[in-house]
């Protein structure tokens, strides 16, 4: 099965910029989504397909891919961003499974 | 309001059974694939399994394969997870959650989740 990588920890200062990456084969064929969640709280889908939002995400989040790895980026990172980031995608093994990253702690300075 | 919840979790001894329930309600239930993924404490998201519209279709993460079953009832807008020969490495919160588009084809685009339900396994 496939495996998506990402950094265990990234951080940012309040009003920056940052990008959080996951890589893997898998998103060769197909885009990544990104989840937020925070300390005891379901996650919440931020960002899928080529680079959507659902109603309610701010447009700081952003999504982009380029060979195998994906990207999320957060453009003016607030207080309220700091959670754990995971990105998923399908299996590439043509299976119809689901694989996720390991996910990032992003820390707002 | 688009929602799941999940129920059913609890403490069980390794080898035993348990069965969680996932209630939907927002939404035409049997017009979505939807999954479990789990999350260990303090580790991360896990997919454990997903299964089609109609039950036709049912996909598990290899490390549940043969001990768990997905299934879904759509006259009552639930889905169902029987976990057997549980084991202490299953302990987690268990999430459904649903994709987030109508298809024939599964994604992994999951939205909305429930709050989830924790599993320990232990003596």
């Known amino acids: 099965s496939s495996e998506l990588t990402q950094d265990p920890a990234v951080s940012v200062a309040l009003g920056q910029t940052v990008r959080i990456t996951c890589q893997g084969d898998?998103?060769?064929?197909?885009?990544a989504s990104w989840y937020q969640q925070k300390p005891g709280q379901a996650p919440v889908l931020v960002i899928y397909?080529?680079?959507n939002r659902p109603s309610g995400i701010p447009d700081r989040f952003s999504g982009s891919s380029s060979g195998n790895t994906a990207s999320l980026t957060i453009t003016g990172a607030q207080a309220e961003d700091e959670a754990d980031y995971y990105c998923n995608s399908r299996d590439s093994s043509g299976n119809l499974h689901v694989v996720f990253g390991g996910g990032t702690k992003l820390t707002v300075l | 309001e688009v929602q799941l919840v999940e129920s059913g979790g609890g403490l069980v001894q390794p080898g035993g059974s348990l069965r969680l329930s996932c209630a939907a309600s927002?939404?035409?239930?049997?017009?979505?694939?939807m999954s479990w993924v789990r999350q260990a404490p303090g580790k991360g998201l896990e997919w454990v399994a997903n299964i089609k519209q109609d039950g036709s279709e049912k996909y598990y993460v290899d490390s549940v394969k043969g001990r768990f079953t997905i299934s879904r009832d759509n006259a009552k807008n639930s889905l169902y997870l029987q976990m057997n020969s549980l084991r202490a490495e299953d302990t987690a919160v268990y999430y459904c959650?649903?994709?987030?588009?109508?298809?024939?084809?599964?994604?992994?685009?999951?939205?909305?989740w429930g709050q989830g339900t924790l599993v320990t396994v232990s003596s």
């Open positions: 898998s998103l060769r064929s197909y885009y």
């Open positions: 959650a649903r994709d987030r588009v109508p298809a024939a084809i599964p994604s992994s685009w999951f939205d909305p």
């Open positions: 927002g939404f035409t239930f049997s017009s979505y694939w």
């Open positions: 397909g080529k680079n």
